[in-house]
């Protein structure tokens, strides 16, 4: 057969269902020559890929995602493979919570004492809570969600260190002006800034920016532990969560009515109202608001 092998063949030599091998085929995932009468013809190069594609699916990524990845190449690869491994050592983390909250509850009703109301709440947080990426990557499609961790993982960290920095420091900024008329020079300059900063965070691409403005807009539904994360990125106290999350969402509505006032005068875009480049971000202002 010339290492050549008919769908049943490569199906008994790779341990897979013949009606897998179709599916693989319909989708594009693994597409096997055809021989002079049409029949599907595999190779043993086939066979690694479709290794590759079994190690990928075990580790919980969908077969469109898979497609993408193998067809961008290794340095895809790596990265994606990375970006399951910090997502199962989260698993792990969330599991041994469970556990430790579980043991807990477990001595004392052993020792005969009323079971305390903060325990149980432990465990269902801790059962109950889910890792942050995969509730943030709904709001991407495939493709996006991987050019966004292209992104981090090819931002050197000094450059995400002055970011966070910058964003702390105009936060302070808008703080201290948050009684201004959104209408006037320093209001809008204060904006301005706040958009610039956000260009950062989708590198020019603007599947990744549609994701970013659908999950800043969705704040209010992220879990605990992610809106707390977006808190502290901004240097706010976490023990005065209420107070905290009032002084952001200030700080929020500030920039929204700044935009809303901008956007009066009707300008073809917001990124020309601001004049930024075509590709800038704009986590705050595609959503107008009163």
Known sequence: ??????????????GVTVRALHHYDRIGLLKPQRGSSGFRLYRLEDLERLEQIAALKFLG???????????RGPLTLVDSLRVQREALAE?????????VAIEAAEKVIRSGQTT?????RKIIEAIDMQPQENFMRKYYTDQAWLDKERIVHETPL???????KAWRQ?????????????ASESAQALT??????????????????AGNIEAWNDRPNWPREQ???LLASFGLDLHDRAASMERFESVAKFLRRAISHKMRSHLPSLRALYGLEPTSSVALGDKQCD
């Not at 990524?61 to 067809?71: A, D, F, Y």
């Not at 698993?91 to 556990?99: G, M, N, P």
């Open 170 to 182: 105009l936060f302070a900024e808008i703080e201290a002006a948050i009684d201004l008329d959104p």
């Open 91 to 99: 698993k792990r983390r969330l599991i041994d919570r469970a556990v």
């Open 1 to 14: 057969m010339n290492g050549s092998f008919r769908i049943g063949e490569f199906a008994k030599l790779a």
């Open 61 to 71: 990524i969908p077969l469109r995602e898979i497609k993408l990845l193998l067809k």
């Open 227 to 229: 809106q707390d994360k």
């Open 192 to 209: 301005k800034r706040w958009l610039q900063l956000a260009e950062t965070a989708h590198g020019g691409n603007e599947a990744v920016r």
């Open 158 to 164: 000094e450059v995400w260190q002055k970011n966070i």
């Open 116 to 120: 305390d109301a903060s325990i149980l």
